[in-house]
């Protein structure tokens, strides 16, 4: 209760602020008919405020989207983990919370008939409170971040986006806006349009951002000619009956053998369920499409339990848990703000064919700081500031006396001009060899940067005082699993460290001083070699390396081929 002040307060605040940044955006927005109420909320209430700056998007990120959705995920996801690792609750809720992450299992989830599923968007559009529009934009939205997590922009960058008459259609053309903005190219066959206020809008969004609207007869002869991939928004799980012209030959032309590579078709993106099926009974005459993406939306639909393409996602990230709950529906959890979440996994993956292109940044010698410590300063605040997550988590090499060498994933924890540090157990297998062979290497890999520091040189063991700051920084929790594990060592099991934790969490309950361990504490390593990395297209990275002179004093540069 003493916390309901300050909550009201900040979120009164962050609407203050809200209003004061949106207010002329909403105007303006609300000046052009296509734009509704309810389409900019949600759109309000969808990361990333790019426009802002960083301190502000934070503040405006935590106080309105993530308090309404993302949070309570966090927090079930959090209360999830908690669960699972908490030496305090019984063995069996931790198993009940386990079984939760494995609810992806296309077998361990809930897959709805057509009943049903009008049944929950009856109640979704009733006192449930949301509008069509609502709806038809996180539909959308989670079709566009279903696309974008397959069809990587850089490969596949033309689409060809079919809509149908009906709301499948309308989730269609939401999902071709956000992928446009996503920097997809796509293009719109949109044969029978619907006449009511809410697709007038969505077409007239559209053609200001001057995607272009081909007719039937405009459509190549072959798909694969002038698309990389299709989105089929024609029908939903509300259809029945015999396909009417013109999407009966569409469907024709689109529909193939499945596996079938070389027939014209590029992959096929179903939304919901794949035009053709019946909602419950599948692809009954063997005409209907067969997707290599399925986004099912809400809950799946009985029919795809017979889906045999490659990837299949759950999007439509609403349903209230009241609903669930009434419907008995087992839903993979949604992680982080994602708008979908993968159900199984590929039916197969090319290791020699996964690459990824970087194209966008360079680094060249006459951009680059002189000092490499205020460079890696540099690239460290763009790591943060991007919102990778972990950017202080680097991978560690050491070795033994006998030049064996092994690797892990450590977390930085300072850094200035006398070197890197990082903390562990000093019985651990990289602290026994570090004392051995005080030589070390480090790298940080920031991939949605495409950019890589690696940092060679000798190591030594931090001061006392500061491992003795440093650790009691750290949460009581952080500082009691230190007493607890004998890092590397073999035990006889999990009860163990639990066992051992309970007891050392009640001899500390009272809140005093809990003493470092003296096996434990930090590593600092003195940089003699440090390269920065970025990806560039073609595999013709740029490759920059200081190295530190003779006398330890200046830094000299040089290039390395890629």
Request: charged share 20%; net charge neutral.
């Amino acid at each position: 209760s003493n916390l309901l002040p300050w909550l009201a307060m900040a979120v009164l605040t962050a609407r203050f602020l809200r209003h004061r940044l949106f207010s002329s955006l909403y105007a303006h927005l609300f000046s052009i008919p296509a734009f509704s109420l309810p389409l900019v909320q949600v759109l309000a209430g969808s990361p990333p405020l790019c426009s802002l700056g960083k301190d502000q998007r934070q503040f405006c990120c935590y106080l309105n989207y993530s308090i309404f959705s993302s949070r309570l995920s966090n927090f079930i996801v959090s209360q999830r983990n908690y669960l699972q690792t908490c030496p305090a609750v019984p063995a069996t809720q931790r198993k009940m919370a386990t079984a939760v992450d494995h609810l992806h299992d296309p077998d361990s989830i809930s897959y709805i008939s057509q009943s049903v599923a009008a049944a929950i968007d009856e109640e979704l559009m009733g006192n449930l409170g949301f509008s069509v529009d609502q709806l038809m934009e996180l539909a959308g939205l989670s079709v566009a971040a279903a696309v974008a997590e397959v069809y990587k922009v850089s490969k596949y960058n033309r689409v060809l986006v079919i809509c149908g008459p009906g709301n499948n259609g309308g989730d269609g053309l939401v999902a071709a806006r956000h992928i446009y903005h996503f920097g997809y190219k796509p293009s719109i066959c949109y044969p029978k349009r619907t006449d009511k206020p809410l697709y007038h809008g969505l077409v007239t969004q559209l053609k200001n951002l001057e995607i272009p609207f081909l007719t039937v007869e405009e459509l190549p002869a072959v798909f694969a000619d002038r698309f990389d991939f299709i989105i089929d928004a024609i029908f939903g799980f509300s259809f029945h009956g015999t396909p009417r012209p013109p999407f009966d030959s569409l469907l024709q032309r689109l529909s193939s053998p499945f596996g079938v590579k070389d027939n014209g078709v590029p992959p096929v993106v179903s939304v919901d369920i794949p035009s053709g099926w019946d909602v419950e009974g599948g692809d009954k005459e063997g005409t209907g499409l067969k997707p290599e993406l399925l986004v099912s939306l809400t809950a799946p639909k009985l029919c795809v339990k017979m889906f045999r393409g490659s990837h299949h996602f759950l999007g439509g990230r609403f349903v209230p848990p009241a609903l669930a709950k009434k419907y008995g529906l087992q839903l993979p959890l949604y992680t982080g703000t994602s708008m979908c979440v993968r159900i199984g996994r590929p039916l197969s993956v090319d290791v020699a064919a996964l690459r990824q292109n970087y194209v966008g940044c360079t680094l060249l010698e006459e951009h680059i700081k002189r000092d490499p410590l205020k460079q890696f300063h540099e690239w460290f605040e763009d790591a943060v500031a991007a919102g990778l997550p972990e950017p202080n988590a680097m991978a560690l090499a050491t070795a033994d006396s006998n030049g064996r060498p092994s690797v892990r994933i450590v977390l930085l924890k300072g850094y200035d001009e006398h070197g890197f540090v990082w903390y562990t157990n000093y019985s651990s297998r990289k602290a026994r060899e570090l004392l051995a062979n005080p030589w070390a290497s480090i790298v940080f890999f920031w991939d949605r940067l495409h950019r890589q520091v690696r940092i060679d040189g000798p190591v030594e063991m931090v001061h006392e005082e500061e491992s003795d700051k440093y650790f009691h920084s750290r949460p009581q929790g952080s500082q009691i699993g230190a007493l607890v594990s004998s890092q590397s060592s073999v035990i006889p099991g999990r009860h163990v460290l639990d066992e051992t934790y309970l007891e050392l969490s009640a001899k500390y309950a009272d809140g005093q001083n809990i003493p470092r361990p003296k096996n434990w504490g930090g590593f600092r390593l003195h940089p003699e070699a440090i390269e920065f990395w970025q990806g560039r297209e073609s595999r013709l990275h740029d490759r920059i390396r200081f190295k530190l002179g003779l006398e330890k004093k200046t830094w000299s540069m040089e290039r390395l081929a890629p």
